[in-house]
Nanobody, 114 residues
């Protein structure tokens, strides 16, 4: 059974940093592209960053230069390092297993506010 469990969210002031983690189980983590999405209140879910394999990554324009996606294929864990956070980064962040029927985690809330 595929499981994705996010952690690391919380309340942070503008300009601060957070590191999200997504622990994966039930599938061969290393062969899948993995992504972070986010959904703000009243908005559609949007793609934040993708880890295709190794150093092959892509980012939404809104987070380029501030967020870094990485993965540890031994620990089966996906990360999202978020720096220089802005109020508009406030959202529930979800981990997603690549593919049209990929699994979703339950999400972790990130709130950027003073």
């Amino acid at each position: 059974q595929v499981q994705l469990v996010e952690s690391g969210g919380g309340l942070v002031q503008p300009g601060g940093s957070l590191r999200l983690s997504c622990e994966a189980s039930g599938f061969i983590f290393s062969i899948y592209a993995m992504s972070w999405y986010r959904q703000a209140p009243g908005k559609q879910r949007e793609l934040v960053a993708v880890s295709i394999s190794g150093d092959n990554t892509n980012y939404a324009d809104s987070v380029k230069g501030r967020f870094t996606i990485s993965r540890d294929n031994v620990k089966h864990t996906l990360y999202l390092q978020m720096n220089s956070l802005k109020p508009e980064d406030t959202a529930v962040y979800y981990c997603h297993q690549g593919g049209p029927s990929g699994a979703w985690g339950q999400g972790t809330q990130v709130t950027v506010s003073s």
